[in-house]
């Protein structure tokens, strides 16, 4: 099959971003979170490449990323596979090392997050030369879309107890859709000891210690469409021992 080559309007920036997508058991999500990507970047004509770090998906989420790789190129869909599950913040190193951008984003492959607001990330990283710009679910026009009222009532705890314990100078220390100038990613990666859902809020935590500067975007988050939700009791209890860790050492 072809490559599929999307016109787009060039901006002259220089800039160019990497989109890590970890993914797990995420063979229905993936094909339309990368048109989705496709289409917004085509329209706001940044450069860009997407790196799948699939973490040996038994459901053939490699073999649909390979599809569409040779859809729409191997310069925009780079495949960077490993062979078993071993963790968000090691899929994220892995991911660096294949970048060739000189901004990450990093993002869920499960449709949580929508493309459409990282033309606003973008714009906002510009406007204040933000380190770092993190979706926020908390401020603004942002919201949680199809969670029952345990879950959001187990989000907004989590994010309460972070905010009283951390004073982390963001509004939303759990979300996983931001913009990172590459070096600072690096940086912050390195220094990040937690796993799992505590992962995220240590890197806004480590951020405010080495004093980046964050901007926020509100953003809608929607449940996922297909497949199911990773959250569980053991998630739970690792999120309020990391939690507590964090307070205790930051």
Known sequence: ??????SQPK??????YSILLPTYNERE?????????????GESGYNYEIIVIDDGSPDGTLEVAEQ??????????????RATKLGLGTAYIHGIKHATGNFVIIMDADLSHHPKFIPEFIKKQKEGDYDLVSGTRYQGNGGV??????????????N????????PGASDLTGSFRLYKKAVLESLVK????KGYVFQMEMIVRA????YTIGEVPISFVDRVYGESKLGGNEIVSFVKGLITLFATT
Do not use: H, T
Not at 160 to 167: D, G, K, P, T
């Open 1 to 6: 099959m072809a490559s599929r080559k999307a």
């Open 145 to 158: 879309y199809g969670w029952d009222l345990r879950r959001k009532l187990i989000s907004r705890g989590a």
């Open 29 to 41: 999500n993936l094909p339309l979170i990368v048109w989705l990507l496709v289409k917004y970047f």
């Open 208 to 211: 405010r210690q080495l004093n």
């Open 191 to 194: 220094r990040c000891v937690s």
């Open 68 to 81: 569409l790789q040779k859809i729409y190129g191997e310069d925009k869909i780079l495949l960077r596979p």
């Open 11 to 16: 901006r002259d920036s220089g800039d160019k």
């Open 160 to 167: 309460f107890l972070s905010q009283v314990l951390l004073r």
